[in-house]
T-cell receptor, first 114, second 111 residues
Framework: DTEVTQTPKHLVMGMTNKKSLKCEQH?????MYWYKQKAKKPPELMFV???????INESVPSRFSPECPNSSLLNLHLHALQPEDSALYLC?????????????FGPGTRLLVL | QKEVEQNSGPLSVPEGAIASLNCTYS??????FFWYRQYSGKSPELIMF????GDKEDGRFTAQLNKASQYVSLLIRDSQPSDSATYLC???????????FGSGTRLQVQP
């Protein structure tokens, strides 16, 4: 089973709202990722968690706040977003075997910021 | 120079033909290489991964890696209209857990 689930599938929020994106995997993977993808562009890395610790933050604005409550769950808390933050937000996970890691993506959350 | 480069396409092939997708990368320390397929509005789906020089075959798909030339390719045999999608090449650089993606090649298979 190589399934990564994400909720919600779609989200519309105003610039003053607070919302959270959720990601879950039950493959025993120890690394989890958040990517952002704009239309007709490749995914861009935002955050990496390894063994529930934040290991990479790609200089993402503080209005995006990641959280890894346990090895199966990854959240992305959103606050005071801008319209340019509208994008497809992708979660991925991997075994965390250094150098040969295959990442599996969830279906994504399509976010629209009004 | 981009870290991972792909021709954006569209690459148009007739149904039943071989589609050849190419990717070059700049970091010689890169260790693992992936091809993802992405349909419009969907998330990337893993098609192939390859770690060693040479060819790796899986069904209609063959990945080819040449580390000396810093080149990785994906061949799709007997192309079907359902193969029409954007194909993303991704590279895992040594010492860095995250993937670096190319900009993707859009493949169109004409019935």
């Amino acid at each position: 089973d190589t399934e990564v689930t994400q909720t919600p599938k779609h989200l519309v929020m105003g610039m003053t709202n607070k919302k959270s994106l959720k990601c879950e995997q039950h493959m025993g993977h120890r690394a989890m990722y958040w990517y952002k993808q704009k239309a007709k562009k490749p995914p861009e890395l935002m955050f990496v968690y390894s063994y529930e610790k934040l290991s990479i933050n790609e200089s993402v604005p503080s209005r995006f706040s990641p959280e890894c409550p346990n090895s199966s769950l990854l959240n992305l808390h959103l606050h005071a977003l801008q319209p340019e933050d509208s994008a497809l937000y992708l979660c991925a996970s991997s075994q965390d075997y250094r150098g040969q890691e295959t990442q599996y993506f969830g279906p994504g959350t399509r976010l629209l910021v009004l | 120079q981009k870290e991972v480069e792909q021709n954006s396409g569209p690459l148009s092939v007739p149904e039943g033909a071989i589609a050849s997708l190419n990717c070059t990368y700049s970091d010689r320390g890169s260790q693992s290489f992936f091809w993802y397929r992405q349909y419009s509005g969907k998330s990337p789906e893993l098609i192939m991964f390859i770690y060693s020089n040479g060819d790796k075959e899986d069904g209609r798909f063959t990945a080819q890696l040449n580390k000396a030339s810093q080149y990785v390719s994906l061949l799709i045999r007997d192309s079907q209209p359902s193969d029409s999608a954007t194909y993303l090449c991704a590279v895992n650089r040594a010492g860095r857990r995250a993937l670096t993606f190319g900009s993707g090649t859009r493949l169109q298979v004409q019935p």
